[in-house]
């Protein structure tokens, strides 16, 4: 069966900090990626999604990027985090095709302090 | 792009009771509308979907109905129990789009 890793579970950094978020896929190929950010209380927002390795698409202009090295890892940096980078993030991946649904981890918290 | 709206944003039910959880969307291409449940502290989890070949899906407690005419999309929850307490949310395809969430509060 498929399951997607997120670490860490929590993170507290410092403004400015620079930031590596990883999400890895077990038990399927080729799947669609995703980075959300939910803020306290509030509903999902896309931050990237991925069809292949090095194919990214950004939903919202910001000082976060993502990466995808390999076909299974979705990696979620910034060099400098703000204030507002604090919040929930989540990744997902869904099966490669039309009408499929996402799957998702457990999710990191991140505190900026 | 599609643009999903959600209603209520809370909901407060005494247990045993029936609880219901709309959705509209507005691309009428979309043809895939699952419903996650969200726990504190987790991410969502699939808890039901429905394609639009299909009118009403059941599993259980929980149904989900489609009106492709009206664009709208429906969760309902019956005899609710207090571990259906969590936040619920909508989407619709083709890249999911989701609605902002519903906090469901089951009262013993």
């Known amino acids: 069966s498929q399951t997607i890793h997120q670490w860490p579970a929590t993170l507290v950094q410092p403004v400015g900090s620079p930031l590596s978020l990883e999400c890895t896929v077990e038990?399927?190929?080729?799947?669609?990626l995703y980075w959300y950010r939910q803020a306290a209380g509030r509903g999902l927002q896309l931050l990237f999604y991925?069809?292949?390795?090095?194919?990214i698409s950004s939903e919202v202009p910001q000082n976060l990027s993502a990466s995808r090295p390999q076909d299974r890892q979705f990696i979620l940096s910034s060099k400098k985090l703000l204030l507002s980078d604090s919040g929930f993030y989540l990744c997902?991946?869904?099966?490669?095709?039309?009408?499929?649904?996402?799957?998702f981890g457990d999710g990191t918290r991140l505190s900026i302090l | 792009g599609e643009n999903v709206e959600q209603h209520p944003s809370t909901l407060s039910v005494q247990e045993g009771d029936s609880a219901v959880i709309k959705c509209t969307y507005s691309?009428?291409?979309?043809?895939?509308f699952p419903w996650y449940k969200q726990e504190l502290g987790k991410g969502p989890q699939l808890i039901i979907d429905?394609?639009?070949?299909?009118g009403e899906k059941k599993d259980q407690r929980i149904a989900v109905t489609l009106n492709k005419t009206a664009k709208h999309f429906s969760l309902h929850i019956t005899e609710t129990q207090p571990e259906d307490s969590a936040v619920y949310f909508c989407?619709?395809?083709?890249?999911?789009?989701f609605g902002g969430g519903t906090r469901l509060m089951v009262k013993p």
């Open positions: 429905i394609r639009s070949n299909v």
């Open positions: 989407a619709a395809s083709r890249v999911l789009t």
């Open positions: 038990g399927t190929s080729n799947p669609n």
């Open positions: 991925s069809v292949g390795i090095g194919q």
């Open positions: 997902a991946w869904s099966a490669a095709l039309p009408g499929q649904p996402q799957h």
């Open positions: 691309d009428s291409a979309s043809n895939y």
